[in-house]
């Protein structure tokens, strides 16, 4: 149950993220007349500063915002992370969660089927 709670939650939380996503994009595309790319590296470090790293913090995620800033190692996922658009990563996620929410009722429907 709460399996199918979380996939639930999830995939839509990352279906209207993406939606979002894609919809500011098409108003900048509109209004200035060129499509702003926001690869999932831009999304991560938006994400990871605006909700758990402070300047000068230390730590893991501390870490990867400066990794994603500015890498010294790992040059290829960063390359990748620059190129590849934030919609499809969050598409991909709504897909993981929707996959999550259906296992969810799969196991809880054979579960009421054991009894």
Not at 59 to 69: I, N, R, S
Request: proline share 2%; glycine share 14%; with cysteine.
């Amino acid at each position: 149950m709460l399996l199918r709670i979380f996939g639930g939650i999830f995939a839509y939380g990352c279906l209207a993220a993406f939606l979002c996503l894609i919809l500011a994009q098409l108003y900048r595309w509109f209004r200035d007349g060129e499509w702003t790319h926001i690869g999932i590296n831009d999304g991560l470090h938006s994400l990871l500063t605006a909700c758990c790293v402070r300047e000068g913090d230390t730590g893991g995620l501390a870490a990867m915002v400066h990794w994603l800033e500015a890498p010294m190692d790992w040059l290829g996922l960063h390359k990748i992370l620059e190129v590849v658009p934030a919609s499809i990563g969050l598409f991909l996620l709504s897909m993981l969660g929707n996959f999550l929410f259906i296992r969810g009722g799969d196991l809880l429907a054979a579960e009421d089927g054991k009894d």
